[in-house]
């Protein structure tokens, strides 16, 4: 039987076996993305009856169809055996409506994807859960990544699952939460730190990666990319596969907004749904590249360097997603917009006051869109997703430094401060007003 996907160069369409351990093409040098043989699955089933596949999973007691990857297993990886996946499961995360968001925002419709609600807290456990188990596949004994924390955490849970496999992990000194510092050392990953930034770690990981076998799990590895954009199916199963009309992603290496855009594009080529929904990107203003190319027509490619930022996830001067992200923007019509530290944080206080607890990086696309709704971007009907990409949880630094008011520049603008006060009864009464409720 030939192989259902390949990998293809996006800069001169060559194609691979995706069997070969490959990260860029040997002919130009570009990233390369995994295509699937579109008219082979289309021949298998019509949309109605994928839709009904994927619905009839949602059932499912045990085994890879809980997954919120695996559900979609014949449109992720459709060559890779069922028996070499490795899932916790991940996925299956919630999509909160608010109301509070729709207020400020004066829109009709507004929702967050929260994938902080993952197995290790961010969406990169969809793209491990992938690169994991096709590394296993492929006999890989050991994997890497460089990262900005979550990938890190991602990669070293998921490789802890395989029996053999050795995981190595380069991180920027100081520019990852110690939350997410703690996950890997947890997972008892083989644990680097360098006093240098991101981009450069994974340069030299690169170098690294040439010379010794190790499987490089950055979002290079295009197998990865396959697992993220199963949140754009869960998303669209979420709301009856009617998909909505603008979904917003925070964007730092980009292969997660590629990824989104992969997967609609994908559906809709299948006949599972009958339109797309516009992609609108969010960069923190200290690295927006993406932003910045935007407003210039795209006509040359941007890089910068990373200044500090509080989402330290997307603190990438130079996404090696580039390209596949300006053409799934630009694909559906999107665009890619840059918010100041201070509408970062008051929009993560916002939602986070709605009882949903985001990250800094999820908060820059909820001021992305409240951005885009001001320039009129994004109008009062349309039907928005936004995709919280981490928990809260892995960033209680940023929460208690911006509710204290000591993050330098930011005016909190929905500080609620912890009161100090002596142990007894009546000091805790006297909080109360009048002495009523809280
Ligand atoms: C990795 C990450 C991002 C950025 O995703 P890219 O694919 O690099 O654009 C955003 N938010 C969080 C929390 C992340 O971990
Ligand atoms: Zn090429």
Known sequence: MTPLSRLR??????????????????ACGNILE??????????????????????GRLAARDGIHRSGVWR???????????????????????LYRLPALERLAGSAEVRVKHEGENPTLSFKDRGMSAGVSWGRHLGARAVACASTGDTSAA???YAAQVEGMKGLVVLPKGKVSLEQLSQPIASGCLTASLPTDFDECIRLLREVCRRRPLYLLNSVNSVRIEGQKSIAFELAQQLGWSPPDWV???????????????????MRALGII??????????????????????????????????????SAIRIGDPVSY????????????????????????????VDAAGVYICPNSATAVAGFLKARQRGLID???????????????????????????IPGVAPGHANRVVEIEASASAIERLLPGGGEP
């Not at 996006?10 to 093409?25: A, S, T």
């Open 9 to 26: 160069c996006i800069g001169c369409d060559r194609d691979y076996r995706l069997d070969e351990i490959r990260y860029e093409c040997d």
């Open 34 to 55: 995994v295509v699937h043989d579109l008219d082979r699955l289309k021949a298998l089933r019509g949309g109605a009856e994928w839709r009904a596949l994927f619905d």
């Open 72 to 94: 979609y297993h014949e449109l992720v990886l459709p060559d890779l055996p069922a028996a070499a996946i490795v899932s916790k499961p991940e996925g299956n995360t919630n």
């Open 155 to 157: 990669m070293a849970s």
């Open 248 to 266: 917003v992603v925070p964007v730092g290496n980009a292969g997660n907004i590629s990824a989104i855009g992969k997967g609609f594009a994908e």
């Open 274 to 311: 009958d339109r797309v929904p516009r992609l609108l990107g969010a960069q923190a203003a200290a690295a927006a590249p993406l932003a910045r190319a935007s407003e210039e027509g795209y006509k040359s490619r941007v890089r910068v360097r990373a200044g500090d930022t509080a989402a």
């Open 323 to 350: 390209d596949k992200a300006v053409r799934a923007v630009r694909d559906v019509g999107g665009t890619f917009v840059a918010a100041t530290e201070q509408e970062i944080l008051d929009a993560k206080a916002l």
């Open 380 to 406: 009062a009907a349309s039907r928005v997703a936004i995709i919280a990409t981490a928990h809260g949880c892995k960033f209680s630094q940023t929460t208690i430094d911006y509710h204290t008011g000591t």
